[in-house]
């Protein structure tokens, strides 16, 4: 009874922060979508109160006190699995702010907000130089963040662990390198493939208007709840927000349709997996989101193994076509589903295709371990940038808009994210091969339009598990397995040699 | 120097207070333009949970206690008029804020977010019902509200005095009989004029992409900074933001271009006296804009004066012909300037002429006053609203969501701001007698486009004035004399006898 009250008052501080969070993130979303340049510097006040008032509120001593008393009550054994989880979670986050100085976060927030802000400009600008100084303060800011969270670790590995718990260099390694291997192996199959996919096609001039109904209609057709999140266009794609007010961008291309329409499955990948957390866990630590790497399992499943899928389309090119008025009349349903997989070099991570995506990552991830290891400066990270992009992918870059300030996450000090990316790529093969088992025949229902019991599916599995699991645990109470890159590498293998017949 | 530091002290809490409500701001920005519906429930906690961080900040004893020790110490009287008012506007809203319970704030605050959703439901749907027990709640806790404020005064006597320092319903009386009175004589002399605006000329259908382009036009065109604020469309027009992100919002009607076109000219008089208060008082309660009937000054100025004004168009009708495609190519200068200030009686209010406007004031000023005397209940209003219309307009309400809930004032709790509107006709047709004076051939350059010489004026004297005087004062300052509705009520008079030829 003691206990129990000190539990539901950690339980309603928990509330309270996540009520600050959701509001940072509407300031953040606003920026990214709505702000007007000339308010940054405001904006950056704005977000540095709301930083600090969080950070004020984590680390209020009263939760540590309560959380020593709960652990070292002698009833502490009788709580439930669920509670025993939220208390670790609690006292995770508490540790890891009491670590940091609250002027610190003060000024770590407004940098970034600055930072996002010139990299906007210095990418529309193809200026690096606009960018270079924040982006030299942000990366010194992040290393300072992450040597006080653990001192006693390289600043990498600390961010490693923070963005995907028990994630490291050496666990990063052992899933690169055999998804190496074998993307490079694919890559040579696909290259000597007789197929050859016809770019044209994805190149077809799309009004933005009918790429804006697109948008809209394939949000519903994956089970995004339109009453209680939206869409709208921005620098780079992202979802924002949480529980029932979750916010999706995309970016149009007039000359490729292919751009919003896959960042479009992607982000609402994102936005289910936060609509459908547990609503009875909600404000509970253990009802937020589990991890970086399962919040990109969940948008990259929706964008490459359902949204680029043989069934999907077969259900689906026939209202495609039927959207797009008589752009696309005369295509054919294989030389569609060749060209929205086709396989080919390029420059933009989130346009690149699925097999040649983890290069990315990994050329990221070499990038940042060599960076905070040292060996480059941010002053060389252009040409670095372009000469492993030439040695990784074969191609050069044209422009630094279409090289390293591509991405919005190091403008935010967000180091030691990439990575999630292609630990998403594995979890969400391995759940696919789980449902698969489950359901086996899926891919009849999808190619009449059954796409529901593929987003249930993941609903009921991952999405309503929230935060009560590590990544691994939930992977292996999910599949029965820990994770492994095994299936993501079948995936792949069978998929292209399918598309590409070898 | 002991002082100056309570001073300082005083100023940064200032500052904190301005923060957290420029916040909430953009939240109330975002519920009204961007946020799903499905969200009210979450908002409405964010948006009580910032309302009771900013009471407790306003509430600080400290404040309290340094305002004392400021105003009790030998060397108070050497502090400037400037340091003066600051601290008197502190006490006001220290003394204001610490009389409301806590509980009282988050339950306000919780209910007007619900209500305003509410209230969008019923216009959209025409259903009172639905808004009704929601306005019950927001109209009780109004009364309660004034009560904590001032509980030796009847509660409408409370809230008109809140939205405008000083007024009474006595004294808006005084404002209201003669022009009333002024208003009747010159509909009668309307009435009998051989002249008839042409109506079909502003029902003639104009795409809203058009509008939108004429809508950001009119902007620049008015010197509002694009870099610092920006335009949406929403259910009901308003201002939002302050200094460097000012959001104003428009409505669009495809047969009624004049509908969004002088929305946007007023919500631009709003948002430039916003852009321009005294940036090196910043954050400091007298830099603060003065209050909402010098407000509606500037944007019934930019609205009513300037914006329907002969000079303006004969500058830019040329203008806006050519921008509207060949929409108006055949339409003649004499009947475009007597359609756009046709004076009609009309059920909106946001859309009516400048002669019957007051009447729309007056006709919500009496209701309220009623309602808070008890004499009417708000089950009875749609009812008294349609009879009043009847009465003081002579026009038949068509449905509800053209009558007693077109506004979107009360479904928030704003009893008391309405009357406001005609003072700031008031104001601003007296302050732009005084521009009239200074710059004797001012239509000379409107009619060559120099609009920038009239904002200009109204930027050195009223809005750079921030809140440095109380609104009677401020009028004496700029114009030399108190309030006096005779220069509304010449403004009107000579105005229309020109248009209509009496």
Known sequence: MYMKKQYDTLLK????????????????????????????????????????????????????????EIKEHTDYETLSYQEKRNIYLMQRDYDRATKIPPEFVEEYTKESVISIEKWKEARTNNDYNLFK???????????????????????????????????????????????????????????????????SLI???????????????????????????????????????EYDDIRITTRYAL??????????????????????????????????YCSMGIHESQSRLYENIIGRSKSFWW????????????IFSDVKYDDFI????????????????????????????????????GKISIDE???????????????DVD?????????IHWSGGSFGYFPTYTLGNVYGAQFFAKLVQEIPDWNVGLEKGDIKSLTDWLTKNVHHKGNLYDPPELVKEVTGELPDTKYLIKHLKDKYSYLYGF
């Open 13 to 68: 501080k928990m509330k309270e922060l996540r009520v600050i969070e959701q509001i940072a993130q509407i300031l953040s979303w606003d920026q990214e979508v709505m702000m007007p340049k000339g308010s940054v510097m405001q904006r950056s006040e704005q977000q540095a109160y709301v930083a600090t008032l969080a950070h004020k509120k984590q680390t209020d001593p009263v939760i540590g006190k309560l959380l020593k």
């Open 133 to 199: 100084p924040h982006l030299e303060k942000l990366f010194e800011l992040t290393k300072k963040y992450a040597n006080y969270l653990n001192p006693d670790l390289p600043a990498y590995e600390v961010l490693l662990d923070l963005y995907e718990p028990g994630m490291t260099i050496e666990k990063y390694n052992k899933i690169f390198d055999p998804l190496k291997e074998a993307t490079v192996e694919l890559l040579e199959k696909i290259k000597q493939s007789k197929r050859k996919p016809d770019f």
């Open 203 to 241: 190149r077809r001039k799309v009004p933005i208007e009918l790429q804006e109904k697109l948008s809209l209609e394939l949000m519903k057709l994956f089970n995004f709840d339109m009453d209680k999140g939206r869409i709208d266009a921005s620098a780079h794609p992202f979802t924002g927000g």
């Open 255 to 288: 000359d490729d349709f292919t751009r919003s329409l896959f960042a479009v499955m992607h982000e609402t990948g994102h936005g289910c997996y936060e609509q459908n957390l547990p609503n009875e866990l909600r404000y509970q630590p253990i009802g937020n």
């Open 315 to 326: 259900f689906y090119l026939e209202k495609f076509k039927k959207l797009m008025g008589d």
């Open 338 to 373: 060749l060209a929205v997989n086709a396989v080919q070099p390029s420059l933009i991570r989130v346009e690149a295709d699925e097999v040649t995506y983890n290069l990315h990552i990994i050329l990221r991830f070499e990038i940042e371990r060599d960076l905070f290891e």
């Open 381 to 395: 990270l252009p040409e670095v940038w372009n000469k492993k992009m030439k040695e990784t992918i074969g191609i």
């Open 399 to 407: 422009k630094i808009s279409n090289g390293v300030i591509q991405d």
